[in-house]
């Protein structure tokens, strides 16, 4: 719906749709990838942080449809960042 209104000006229902698509992507993501679903049933069905969006392009384009890659977000966001709260070398 985001997408397809877009041409319209103003239009607050595409502003809308598209804020609420990218929180959601990476609010299931960022659960995803600290293992959030691992001992649910949800894991299998592809919600595991072992296989969510990686294996393939069709999995990481349908699952983690972003910029970073999220082998480069379990870097950064849950080694680099996790363990190092509020410190000098936290990169957030």
């Given amino acids: 719906v985001g997408f397809a209104t877009i041409w319209c000006y103003p239009n607050p229902l595409t502003i809308v749709c598209l804020s609420l698509g990218t929180f959601s992507r990476w609010v299931i993501a960022?659960?995803?990838c600290h293992g959030g679903y691992d001992k649910?049933?949800?894991c299998k069905d592809g919600y595991s942080r072992f296989k969510f969006a990686l294996g393939s392009f069709y999995r990481r384009v349908v699952d983690w449809f972003d910029w970073m890659l999220p082998e480069a977000w379990n870097a950064e966001h849950n080694l680099m960042h996790?363990?190092?709260?509020?410190?000098g070398s936290d990169p957030d």
């Fill in 82 to 87: 996790h363990y190092h709260l509020n410190e």
């Fill in 40 to 42: 649910t049933r949800a």
């Fill in 30 to 32: 960022h659960h995803v």
